[in-house]
């Protein structure tokens, strides 16, 4: 990755001793870039920060009405969830809604996230499901849409109608031509785009008018709406995007993705971001967002959400801070 500048910095005691680099886009409703750090050019995997994209023809195409998902459903749609009964119930119940089963989902298994759940079935000699997998939301999601088109099982191939639907609405929103795809952990294709187009769609969910002409107007601002009412769906207790946006107060749906993505829509500001950590941490990714919002004004900086993640001390066994994570000198 090119011209990546300094965001985050690892501080022990007075020395300096990691330093994370990355790219940051903020853009306007009109798709302009308003504030950028690194290169706005960057070429990369958005992950699962896109899933509200990869959620659009779930609801343009009436699939989504025609189930009667409620907004419950479209939160978990976006979610990267902890697999906690809270997450595992909506999923399987959605599937039996659907006469599906977890043998539908393309996913693959994954022990729960949530260590209460994980803890409780490891006691009992239990076996992760497919809708224990984070992104088990967006598969039914796909399922449903699949059920829908009366399309074949195999919804994670790129050639299918589900997948070729989301790669229109994500390059229609992107405003630009994909470059082409790497299979996700969860095994759908995720495709790439520049920084430039991750946060300009952003900007364009945080645009869009509920009661607009336009169906993916429509669309994204329900999805928009449902992830910022349900924090608690979007990751689960503990996570950053659940903690963040409940600090918000609704005002805002961010969304993390692996390898150090981030990604934030802001309605009142009509107003999308992206950010990428060249080196992929999680710990930088969500420094560097949180430390965005606080320059926006939408996160409180005095907020649990806001310290945990940006000027927060690294403790050591003893619970003695022994340094900090916090931004780079004159990043943000």
């Known amino acids: 990755m090119s011209n990546a500048v300094p965001m985050v910095e ?35 995997l958005p992950r699962s920060s896109c ?16 189930m009667g998902l409620s907004e419950a459903h479209l939160a978990i749609a976006c979610a990267s969830h902890q697999g906690a009964a809270v997450h595992s119930d909506l999923v399987t119940g959605w599937l039996d809604d659907l006469g599906l089963s977890d043998a539908d989902l393309r996913c693959g298994p994954e022990f729960p996230r949530d260590l209460e759940t994980n803890h409780a079935m490891i006691r009992a000699y239990g076996a992760p499901c497919q809708y224990h997998n984070n992104c088990s939301g967006k598969h039914t999601g796909f399922l449903t849409l699949t059920k829908h088109l009366g399309a074949g099982p195999d919804y994670v191939d790129a050639s299918h109608p589900v997948q070729m639907a989301v790669r229109e609405a994500f390059e229609t929103v992107t405003g630009q031509a994909s470059p082409g795809y790497g299979i996700d952990g969860c095994s759908a294709p995720n495709f790439a785009t520049t920084m430039h187009g991750l946060a300009r769609a952003m900007a364009l969910f ?6 607009g002409a336009s169906v993916r107007q429509r669309a994204a601002a329900r ?7 349900y924090p608690e769906l979007v990751a689960g207790e503990g996570r950053a995007c659940t903690e963040m946006m409940r600090a918000m107060g609704g005002r805002a749906a961010i969304k993390t993705g692996a390898e150090g993505v981030f990604v934030a829509i802001l309605p009142d500001r009509e107003l999308g ?3 990428k950590i060249e080196d992929g941490a999680t710990r930088a990714s969500e420094c560097a ?12 900086p005095d907020s649990s959400a806001a310290l945990k993640r940006r000027n927060a001390p690294l403790l050591n066994r003893n619970k003695i801070a022994a340094g900090m994570i916090r931004p780079a000198e004159g990043a943000f």
């Open 289 to 300: 967002i949180a430390s965005i919002l606080v320059r926006l004004g939408v996160l409180d």
């Open 10 to 44: 690892v501080w022990r005691g007075r020395f300096l001793e990691s330093i994370h680099r990355g790219h940051a886009v903020i853009c306007d409703a009109a798709g302009q870039i308003v504030d950028a750090w690194g290169d706005p050019d960057q070429v990369i």
């Open 206 to 211: 945080a645009a869009a008018d509920p009661d």
């Open 51 to 66: 899933k509200m994209i990869q959620a659009l023809p779930l609801v343009e195409s009436g699939a989504a009405d025609a």
């Open 273 to 275: 971001v992206a950010v």
């Open 223 to 229: 999805l928009t709406t449902a992830m910022a009412a």
